[in-house]
């Protein structure tokens, strides 16, 4: 088989950039290791910065996310028992995110890809990344039991963390950064009301809490967990009483219970590999950096690094031009590292580490700054809602 561009994985970033390159009539075959249904049952992420909607809408992919998207254009966050307000579109000339899940954009996005003509080759995991330093890269799979290959121009490895594109690059060529927390985030999603119009973060002694949404009604509750914990450990009774006890008394009265519709462990990390180009393959999204889901930057990122590639890859096939593919691997880790760095900062201003009571008493007291200072505010919005993206043409 051959194709123009070879692309492992169907998450949002292979997805959106195999939208992006068929609208400009460049094509591509996607190979995903695991099934439709599977890919498309995953509970992930759930808000989305401005920059990606617009990516969404220029994918045509938007008017699903457009009708049933909820746009916030404040946050809250919760400590010393009271609820702070940071207005964002206040501080960042009215910009705001979307609550969207991944779940459903990841199904706008197969069905939009499928209706086209796309190609989409499930439960067929790549193996290897051969010959990414020639004009003919190869991406060796697998599919009912036999050996494939498929022979392109470009390979995309948007395979996330634990796949094989980064995996096929020697380590002396690549480096890699990575920290992981001391402690993870159990999570429930459950078809109750959400307990306030707009998300709460919430600094506790006993922990970190988060009270998210996917709709007016279906709710996401994130609380702090230590890393050996287990969901078999957690009833959905034991879960909303922890949750309330991390909120301020008059959020922990509001919150409506309910029965599960599913209960995961995720642990954090923060991760990059640098660089995220190899000769002909081209790293995107989780395959090449990892947050804490704290700032909500995961998704996002995947978008970003796809608005840079995509352009990169229509500029060498409309206009033989090689420099923007050359620019892609700085010009995506530039916005790569703020977002590191934000959804660091926000995880350790936010969770409990330890006993560590200095510790404590320094995040209440940058908590009250942050959220009494005007360009304390700023900063933290600014960020939240998505630094924007670099002119790249
Ligand atoms: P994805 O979504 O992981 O997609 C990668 C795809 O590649 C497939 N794959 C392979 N296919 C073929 N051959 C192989 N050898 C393959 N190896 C892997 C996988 O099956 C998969 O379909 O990466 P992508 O597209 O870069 O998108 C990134 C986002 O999914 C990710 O950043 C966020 O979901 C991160 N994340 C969250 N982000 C947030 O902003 N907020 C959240 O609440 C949040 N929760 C989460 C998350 C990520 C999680 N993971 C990865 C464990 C919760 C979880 C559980
Ligand atoms: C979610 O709704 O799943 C969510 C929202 C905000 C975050 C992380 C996760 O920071």
Not at 243 to 261: I, N, S
Not at 294 to 319: F, P, V, W
């Amino acid at each position: 088989m051959r194709t123009q561009v070879g692309i492992i994985g169907a998450g949002p970033s292979g997805l959106l950039l195999a939208r992006l390159l068929h609208l400009q009539g460049i094509e591509s075959i996607i190979i995903e290791r695991q099934s439709k249904e599977y890919v498309l049952g995953r509970i992930r992420a759930g808000v989305l910065e401005q920059g990606m909607a617009n990516l969404l809408r220029q994918a045509q992919v938007g008017a699903r996310m457009d009708r049933e998207g909820l746009v916030h254009g404040g946050v809250n966050l919760a400590f010393n028992g009271r609820l702070t307000r940071i207005n964002m579109a206040h501080h960042t000339d009215g910009q705001s995110v979307i609550i969207y899940g991944q779940t459903e954009l990841t199904r706008d996005l197969v069905e939009a890809h499928l209706a086209a003509g796309g190609i989409i080759h499930y439960e067929a995991p790549a193996i290897a990344v051969a010959e990414y330093h020639t004009t003919q890269p190869r991406i060796i799979y697998e599919q009912n039991g036999q050996r494939q290959e498929i022979v392109c121009d470009f390979v995309a490895g948007c395979d996330g963390y634990h796949g094989v594109a980064r995996q096929s690059v020697p380590a002396d060529k690549i480096t890699l950064f990575e920290k992981i927390y001391p402690f993870g985030w159990l999570g429930i999603l459950s078809d109750v009301p959400p307990v306030n119009d707009e998300l709460i973060y919430a600094n506790h002694e006993r922990g970190f809490a988060l009270c998210s949404m996917r709709s007016h009604t279906r709710s996401r509750y994130y609380v702090q967990c230590s890393l050996d914990d287990d969901v078999a450990n957690w009833t959905d009774n034991a879960f909303w009483d922890e949750l309330r006890r991390r909120l301020p008394e008059e959020v922990a009265e509001q919150v409506t219970t309910g029965p599960r519709l599913e209960m995961s462990i995720a642990p954090l990390r923060s991760f990059v590999a640098e660089p995220m180009r190899f000769g002909n393959l081209f790293l995107a999204g989780d395959a090449a950096h990892i947050v804490p889901p704290t700032g909500a930057k995961g998704l996002n990122l995947a978008a970003s690094d796809i608005y840079y590639l995509s352009r990169a890859l229509i500029a060498h096939y409309q206009e033989k031009r090689a420099d923007l593919l050359d620019r892609y691997s700085d010009a995506a880790l530039r916005r790569v590292w703020k977002a590191i760095r934000f959804s660091w900062w926000f995880t350790s201003l936010m969770h409990r580490f330890g006993d560590d009571l200095l510790n404590q008493r320094l995040q209440v007291a940058e908590l009250d700054y942050l959220t009494g200072s005007v360009a304390g505010q700023t900063v933290f919005a600014e960020n939240y809602v998505g630094l924007p993206y670099e002119q790249f043409e």
